[in-house]
Structures are given as C-alpha cells and as structure tokens.
T-cell receptor, first 113, second 114 residues
Framework: EDKVVQSPLSLVVHEGDTVTLNCSYEVTNFRSLLWYKQEKKAPTFLFML????IEKKSGRLSSILDKKELFSILNITATQTGDSAVYLC?????????????FGKGTLLTVNP | ETGVTQTPRHLVMGMTNKKSLKCEQH?????MYWYKQSAKKPLELMFVYSLEERVENNSVPSRFSPECPNSSHLFLHLHTLQPEDSALYLC?????????????FGDGTRLSIL
C-alpha cells in the first residue's frame, strides 16, 4: 500500500523565518509527487515533481525531489502570515491506477507576525 | 477561484435524511473525483470518473452514491449516513485521469451528521 509521511505535523514560526517541510514516501511505480497548500478551503496546487534533483521555484517557495532517498522538501523563505496553512504532499503512481493520489496528513504551518 | 465549484458549502443532516452534494468544473477537464477529508487523517479518495464513467470505487459504503451526468458535473448522493461520515467532502478535476496533470480542488462541503 502506498504511504506518504509528512513532518513535522505542525510548526510555528515568526514572519521572516525560513521553513523546510518534509515529505517521505513509499509508492509502487512512482510517477510524480505533488505539493498543495490548503487554507480554510480548497487545496491549491503548488508544484509537481517528477525528476530528482531539479528544483521547482515559485516566488519564495521552492521544492526538490530525491527519488533515491524517496523524499521531497518544500522550502519557504521570508515567511509571511499569509503562508499560514496546511501543506499537503501527495504521490501518484504509474501504471493502471495512475489517477490515484495518495496524500500525507499534512504539515500545519503557523506564521506569527 | 479554482474553477471547481461545490454546493452547498455547509450541510447539517440527520441520519435518516437524503441529500446530495454537487460539484461543477469550468476547466474543460475530463476526470472528476470525490475525496473525504476527516480531522487528523489524510485525504481519502472515494470515487473517480473519467469521461462520465466510474473508474474507481475505493471501498466506499453504499450509503454514498456518486453520479456523473456529464464531464462537467458530479454529484454525491447521501442517505442514512452515520456520525463518522461527518467530514469535509472535496471534489477535484483534472485534464484526464491517466495523464500526469495536477488535480484542481473545489472549496468542499462541510458535512455534519447529527
């Protein structure tokens, strides 16, 4: 059974800090890893990673995948209160069930002013 | 605005009631999904539809009955639910189920069973 473990489960920081969120996974026939940000409503898509060692970047957020060690990190620099959310990691397998995303429990990030 | 609209936003119902959740996507996608999000648990996939055909029923109890009349609309019909069914129900869509495209989520329906 596919498995996604995120750490830490929660994190409290001050504005301006840099944070690193972790996601480790076990999946049959790995295809891609996705990061989502969930505030009170819909999870919104951040990144999709398929290749090891290639950093994806969007503003203050960046993410990288290590397919050998089976993990990904999401970095947020110069955090702002608007970054407060639950960050979800999900993996997709290839093959016949390649529509299925397996999610982790998420990391709750709180950024205090 | 994610392009995926869910109604109602909140629903409170008794265990003997029948109600339906609605999802509509405006993204031209061909695949739609229902997920359940309970407190302190990962998002759980319930159903997947591809071009209006169900391709996954992830061991969901029969008191949940999905319907996909066309590629833009998805319903989840509810009857005789249990208190443990209280959760956030999220709808998502993607370009197609087999491609490597991200799923886009609606805001969800917060369901409370009395």
């Amino acid at each position: 059974e596919d498995k996604v473990v995120q750490s830490p489960l929660s994190l409290v920081v001050h504005e301006g800090d840099t944070v690193t969120l972790n996601c480790s996974y076990e999946v049959t026939n790995f295809r891609s890893l996705l990061w989502y940000k969930q505030e009170k409503k819909a999870p919104t898509f951040l990144f999709m990673l398929t290749s090891s060692g290639i950093e994806k970047k969007s503003g203050r957020l960046s993410s990288i995948l290590d397919k050998k060690e089976l993990f990904s990190i999401l970095n947020i620099t110069a955090t702002q209160t608007g970054d407060s959310a639950v960050y979800l990691c999900a993996v997709r397998r290839g093959g016949g069930s390649n529509y299925k995303l397996t999610f982790g429990k998420g990391t709750l990030l709180t950024v205090n002013p | 605005e994610t392009g995926v609209t869910q109604t109602p936003r909140h629903l409170v119902m008794g265990m003997t009631n029948k109600k339906s959740l609605k999802c509509e996507q405006h993204l031209g996608h061909n695949a739609m999904y229902w997920y359940k999000q309970s407190a302190k648990k990962p998002l759980e996939l319930m159903f997947v539809y591809s071009l209006e055909e169900r391709v996954e029923n992830n061991s969901v109890p029969s008191r949940f009955s999905p319907e996909c009349p066309n590629s833009s609309h998805l319903f989840l019909h509810l009857h005789t639910l249990q208190p443990e069914d209280s959760a956030l129900y999220l709808c998502a869509s993607s370009q197609d189920p087999g491609g490597n495209q991200p799923q886009h989520f609606g805001d969800g329906t917060r369901l409370s069973i009395l």
